[in-house]
């Protein structure tokens, strides 16, 4: 007997054990995928991990479907750590699978639903819906379930088929559907039969009085003469501003012939610099020290501040690895830096460098897929979001985190509930690769890492340059309201500094950490507020669409012109977010250019392109935006950064929240003067005294550094005690409440260390489901697996009692 153990892109925690023959027992090889049934009728695209003569003893072994691939397309070091990112991050192997694979390598089984060949059908006994579905088996030979869904017009159509299958006139089949197809552009070239100059002539002849073809012709000739490359369809008719139409008849006409060549989707061509990059003393001198450091540590923090250049030095530590041939991978947490930082890599590698992150389609992450697995000089420097940590490197040799300290690099939903900058370290370990942490404020956890021996430390305490660091003014809003100096959500001093810096021709960004217009609308009335129906929360007011919106469940319905609860017409807004910002801007700077970066304005492949280009080519004045403006980008030519109000940032109820508006602020003033002239900030708040906004003033990290650590020490906070954070939800409020109060209890009576809960969260329902959270609190000195091992047993024991089976858990290890 031989079987191979599989792993399924379903939530199980389980491999699964599939028989085999013999000569598929000696085919199949470790990370290949094949198509298995599961369960009544589905057939899924497993992984391979184990080929073994081991026969199962709970189950039948049922057969495999068929063998998808020819080679592995998953190396043995990737499921390696795959089984280490489920086993520590508490989560079922299958979601690692499935959130680690482009979905493309994932077929689905579609029902398929066909009529059996060479029968006899007697029309008369059939019924009108049996007849319909018969009908349109004649037209086309097999139709799929929602295709009989849209032909009957009704959603229960199980039955009619199901009678069809007992009359013996159906057949259902499982159909694998492989979604990706390589694309192809077309080409043309010449005729064979007009190689000669008497068929040249003849072709002339021919097309006497066919004008637009024959000027397509002779542009083709002259693309020919000048470019000595193939010619593709699309580029013959804009040169010849044509269309498709014609070159169509010219191959009717057997004049052209048209042929196809594969094409990567995501394609570079453009020059590289020629010029070396030269590092600055300061640069040098860091690059030097992480050289030695990468001698005797694994994992290396370069805390530099804000446009210091650690781009570059990263350039030149790339430069070194890829003359060993090593393959580099280079993790950023915002999907608009690396539009940024593309162009720039590309300057210097060319064609070396390949993206991947979920803005790109399916198959362009299945062309990259491919191009890492077979170590092709594509796929060389992989720049990417977190999801990029899960590529099949087999030659790994040096992982850049930069912006390290950013909480994007933490998944939280769907499962797998992994931090990119932690896992990316076990991954170089694996690979025996080299780590280097890049931030200009880093996390508290890692710094505290260089500070215990556990990773090196490089710093650079001076701009690329020598460019002053911006200066920061601290506006009171207090006394400004007071003194009637406000316009709006402007203070006078900020609005005189955005027209110094208008007159100037120099850009602005201004910060607000809020989308959509006004996060509340009241009644003066009565003081009602319109809530979701769905979640606790306020609906967002979005004046662009007119209309309030939830933003944790999507749900959305028109302004209403009076209150719900009193039929009121006085309604008012309260807060604001970046679109009420740039309404604002339109009144106070009428002739300013204005943009707009949030999650609502960046939706699409090329949202982030389209903006940023169009500021970076000052297209734009001013820039309204989110946090996705604090990382890393690099403007030359913004002299005023303005954060609207720094105080909503501070109180957040979380424990990193002091830590967090530290990182937010420094970053967003990082944006201003980069260049040569000094820069400028202006933070508005209410609480000009808070220590965090002065450490922001005085640019002082290790001063916030020590304070945050005194109180992480004293309240059993990370890097001192490791956090895991259980989510239950239900819909039924009573069954959540008593079944979280059981865990709960089992817990405290297990374990001997701190166990918080079950609390309400500030929003305590969403999409209708009620949610509790228990926190528990590992301290360093205890074992982390066992106490996991633990948790999971009383979490296994719950899910057996039958009243609290339907209680969803999420669990978040290392919860930021």
Excluded at 190 to 203: A, I
Excluded at 368 to 394: D, N, Y
Excluded at 605 to 626: A, P, Q
Aim: aromatic share 10%.
């Amino acid at each position: 007997m031989h079987f191979v153990e599989v792993i399924l892109p379903l939530s199980l925690a389980k491999t699964f054990t599939y028989r085999v023959s013999e000569t598929e027992y000696h085919y199949i090889r470790k990370g290949m995928r094949v198509a298995v049934p599961f369960g009544k009728s589905k057939i899924y695209t497993a992984l391979v991990i184990e080929i073994h003569q081991n026969k199962p003893t709970l189950y039948e072994a049922k057969e495999i479907h068929q063998i998808l691939d020819e080679n592995p397309i998953v190396t043995e070091i990737q499921i390696a750590h795959w089984q280490w990112i489920a086993s520590y991050y508490m989560c079922a192997i299958g979601d690692v699978y499935r959130g680690a694979m482009p979905s493309a390598l994932l077929l689905e089984s579609e029902t398929i639903i066909s009529q059996k060949p060479a029968i006899f059908v007697d029309e008369s006994l059939l019924s009108d819906d049996e007849f319909l579905v018969y009908e349109a088996l004649q037209q086309q030979n097999s139709l799929k379930v929602q295709d009989i869904i849209n032909i009957l017009n009704k959603k229960n159509i199980f039955p009619v088929i199901q009678k069809l299958i007992d009359k013996n006139i159906l057949v259902l089949q499982e159909e694998m559907l492989e979604s990706y197809s390589p694309k192809l552009i077309r080409y043309v070239k010449l005729h064979s039969k007009y190689d000669s100059n008497e068929g040249l002539e003849e072709l002339l002849a021919t097309l006497k009085n066919a004008h637009k073809q024959k000027d397509i012709v002779m542009r083709f000739f002259q693309l020919s003469a000048s470019e000595k490359k193939p010619i593709t369809v699309k580029k013959l008719t804009e040169v010849a501003k044509s269309t498709s139409a014609i070159v169509k008849a010219l191959i009717d006409k057997e004049i052209f012939e048209e042929y196809y060549i594969q094409v990567d989707r995501v394609n570079f061509s453009g020059k590289t610099k020629e010029e070396q990059l030269q590092l600055s003393e300061a640069q040098q001198i860091a690059f030097e020290e992480i050289k030695k450091c990468f001698s005797e540590k694994e994992v290396c923090l370069l805390h530099g501040v804000t446009s210091s250049g650690k781009t570059e030095i990263y350039i030149k530590l790339i430069e070194e690895y890829l003359e060993t041939g090593k393959q580099i991978l280079y993790l950023l947490p915002e999907i608009a830096l690396t539009t940024q930082l593309v162009a720039r890599l590309r300057d210097y590698f060319g064609n070396k460098v390949a993206v991947y992150h979920s803005k790109y389609s399916n198959n362009e992450r299945v062309e990259v897929w491919q191009q890492v697995l077979e170590h092709t000089p594509k796929a060389q420097i992989v720049i990417g979001a977190r999801s990029a940590l899960f590529l099949p490197f087999s030659n790994l040799g040096f992982v850049i985190v930069d912006e390290e300290h950013e909480q994007t690099f933490k998944q939280v939903d769907p499962s797998p509930r992994y931090h990119a900058r932690d896992a990316s370290i076990v991954l170089a370990n694996n690979n025996k690769a080299k780590v280097l942490l890049g931030s200009a404020t880093p996390s508290i956890e890692t710094y505290y890492n260089t500070q215990s021996g556990k990773y090196g430390l490089v710093e650079i305490s001076k701009r690329y340059g020598n460019v002053m660091m911006p200066e920061i003014e601290l506006v009171g809003l207090k006394d400004k309201y007071f003194r009637k100096r406000m316009s709006g959500h402007f203070s006078d001093t900020l609005i005189e500094e955005i027209t110094t810096a208008l007159s100037l021709g120099e850009q602005v960004i201004l910060f607000q950490n809020r989308r959509g217009y006004s996060p509340v609308i009241e009644c003066l009335t009565c003081g009602h507020v319109p809530q979701c129906p769905q979640c606790d929360v306020s609906l967002t007011y979005h004046k662009h669409k007119n209309q309030l919106r939830c933003h944790y469940c999507g749900y959305s319905m028109a302004k209403p012109n009076n209150c719900h609860s009193c039929t009121s017409v006085h309604l008012t807004t309260k807060g604001f977010g970046t679109e009420q910002i740039q309404q604002e801007l339109v009144e106070l700077f009428p002739n300013a250019k204005i943009g707009r970066m949030d999650q609502d304005t960046t939706r699409g492949k090329y949202g982030f392109e389209k903006i940023i280009d169009s500021f970076k080519n000052r297209e734009v004045e001013i820039l309204v935006g989110t946090q996705m403006l604090a990382k890393g980008l690099d403007f030359d030519n913004v002299s005023l950064v303005g954060i609207m109000n720094a105080d909503n940032m501070l109180y957040h109820p979380d424990f990193r929240a002091f830590e967090r508006s530290f990182q937010m602020m420094t970053q967003v003033s990082g944006r201003s003067g980069r260049s040569e002239k000094r820069g400028k900030v202006i933070i508005q708040t209410y609480n000009i005294e808070h220590n965090t906004i002065q450490q922001v003033v005085h640019n002082n990290y290790e001063g916030m550094y020590k304070e945050q650590l005194y109180e992480r020490q004293i309240y059993k906070y990370p890097p001192f005690f490791k956090l895991i954070k259980l989510t239950l939800k239900h819909r039924d409020f009573d069954k959540l409440k008593e079944g979280s109060m059981w865990l709960f209890q089992v817990m405290q009576l297990n374990l001997t260390i701190p166990v918080l809960g079950p609390e309400e969260p500030p929003i305590s329902r969403i999409r209708n489901e009620y949610i509790r959270t228990i926190m528990i609190k590992i301290p360093q000195n205890q074992s982390l697996q066992g106490t996991k091992k633990t948790i999971q047993k009383m979490m296994n024991s719950f899910e057996s009692v039958a009243q609290y089976r339907a209680i969803k858990i999420a669990v978040n290890v290392d919860f930021y």
